[in-house]
């Protein structure tokens, strides 16, 4: 059973307001990932780690930052919530690449920024 | 690089009737193939994978994928699909070696399952 865990579930915030979203796993995983997605619609990776003080930006260009100070705990930020941020943000974590790179996903974020 | 082609965004289908959802890749190494699938308001789930073996892979809840390595596809198929089968199915691979870069899994945009009853 995979033990990865996002919070808040659901975010409701103003435009303009600084905002954390957490992601931890228990599993011990080296590699994190952040995708966003908007309802219905294809995973997009916005950010990625390969362990502790190791971020680098993904495929999507994001106003995002993330930081990796403890293997467990892969927090993103937004400075300044716009509407443009509105969408499901998801974590997963994964062993390594190859037969490991099965990827395990937190249930996700969902932030309407208004 | 490797990329995914999941050709249908979308697929009606009868309760009981029997579906298939294709997905073909591109790649210049050997990969491993992934199938996740997205339940409504909530994240991905492996459904199944192929890591080497025999190339007819299945999952608990019936449904099974085959690796075809020359026309390089992984369909999914159910012979006799539910109403709880609706979700978003995506797949994915993974290159056998690291190659750099996030190394992580390459996600086609993904098939949208509808059951009609």
């Known amino acids: 059973e995979a033990d990865i865990y996002q919070t808040p579930r659901y975010l409701v915030i103003g435009t303009g307001k600084k905002i954390t979203l957490e992601c931890s796993q228990t599993?011990?995983?080296?590699?994190m990932y952040w995708y966003q997605q908007d309802p219905g619609m294809e995973l997009h990776l916005i950010h990625y780690s390969y362990g502790v003080n190791s971020t680098e930006k993904g495929d999507l260009s994001s106003e995002s930052t993330v930081s990796r100070i403890r293997t467990e705990h892969f927090p993103l930020t937004l400075e300044s919530a716009r509407p443009s941020h509105t969408s499901q943000y998801l974590c997963?974590?994964?062993?390594?690449?190859?037969?490991?790179?099965?990827?395990?996903f937190g249930p996700g974020t969902r932030l309407t920024v208004t | 690089a490797q990329s995914v082609t999941q050709l249908d965004s979308q697929v009606p289908v009868f309760e009981e009737a029997p579906v298939e959802l294709r997905c073909n890749y591109s790649s210049s190494v050997s990969v491993y193939l992934f199938w996740y699938v997205q339940y409504p308001n909530q994240g991905l789930q492996l459904l199944l994978k192929y890591l080497s073996g025999s190339t007819l892979v299945e999952s608990i809840n019936g449904f099974e994928a085959e690796f075809n390595k020359s026309q390089t596809s992984f369909h999914l198929r159910k012979p006799s699909v539910h109403i709880s089968d609706t979700a978003e199915y995506f797949c994915a691979v993974s290159p056998m070696y690291s190659g750099g870069g996030a190394d992580g899994l390459t996600f086609g945009k993904g098939t949208h399952l509808i059951i009609q009853p």
């Open positions: 997963a974590s994964s062993r390594g690449q190859g037969a490991f790179a099965e990827q395990y």
């Open positions: 599993m011990g995983h080296d590699k």
